[in-house]
């Protein structure tokens, strides 16, 4: 499998201020053997199936390995509200603050579909995150 060239890598980690583009931890916070990824946020197999270039970063995020593991392939899961189908989170078309909102106890809350379903999808709100998420909130503003 090809791997996401250097440059294109840089930019969209610059792009995304070395933060998961999902969950939103800080790159420097994160401890774990496999280190942050480039994600597609369009499967790689549905680009190609359009002829579309694999490695623009407009199809590209920044994202921690716990996320991007989640996500997978999924482009949509089930909102937990009206229990219909609705698609994930985009951060190249939609805008964090608007799907999330973070609150005080570190959890995460999906202010609308996309919000909600992503949510759920990529287990955001796991006792560690939230921890960790209210850890950061009071020592250093440092999330979301
Ligand atoms: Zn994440």
Redesign the pocket.
Same mark, same amino acid.
Request: with cysteine; glycine share 4%.
């Given at each position: 499998m090809p791997t996401v060239p250097k440059a294109t890598r840089d930019l969209v980690k610059s792009r995304a201020k070395h933060r &998961?583009e999902? +969950?939103r931890?800080p790159e420097a916070e994160f401890v774990a053997a496999v280190g942050f990824q480039v994600e597609h946020v369009t499967p790689r197999k549905i680009l190609r199936a359009r002829g579309l270039q694999l490695f623009d970063p407009k199809y590209l995020a920044f994202? +921690?390995p716990? &996320?991007n593991s989640f996500k997978g392939t999924q482009t949509h899961g089930t909102d937990p509200q009206s229990r219909l189908q609705c698609p994930l989170y985009d951060p190249r078309s939609q805008r964090w603050h608007h799907e999330f909102l973070p609150m005080p106890s570190g959890h995460i809350l999906g202010k609308t579909p996309v919000g909600r379903t992503t949510k759920d999808a990529l287990k955001l709100n796991t006792l560690a995150d939230v921890l960790l998420n209210r850890a950061r909130l009071h020592a250093c503003q440092k999330w979301p």
């Amino acid at each position: 499998m090809p791997t996401v060239p250097k440059a294109t890598r840089d930019l969209v980690k610059s792009r995304a201020k070395h933060r &998961c583009e999902y +969950c939103r931890i800080p790159e420097a916070e994160f401890v774990a053997a496999v280190g942050f990824q480039v994600e597609h946020v369009t499967p790689r197999k549905i680009l190609r199936a359009r002829g579309l270039q694999l490695f623009d970063p407009k199809y590209l995020a920044f994202s +921690c390995p716990r &996320c991007n593991s989640f996500k997978g392939t999924q482009t949509h899961g089930t909102d937990p509200q009206s229990r219909l189908q609705c698609p994930l989170y985009d951060p190249r078309s939609q805008r964090w603050h608007h799907e999330f909102l973070p609150m005080p106890s570190g959890h995460i809350l999906g202010k609308t579909p996309v919000g909600r379903t992503t949510k759920d999808a990529l287990k955001l709100n796991t006792l560690a995150d939230v921890l960790l998420n209210r850890a950061r909130l009071h020592a250093c503003q440092k999330w979301p």
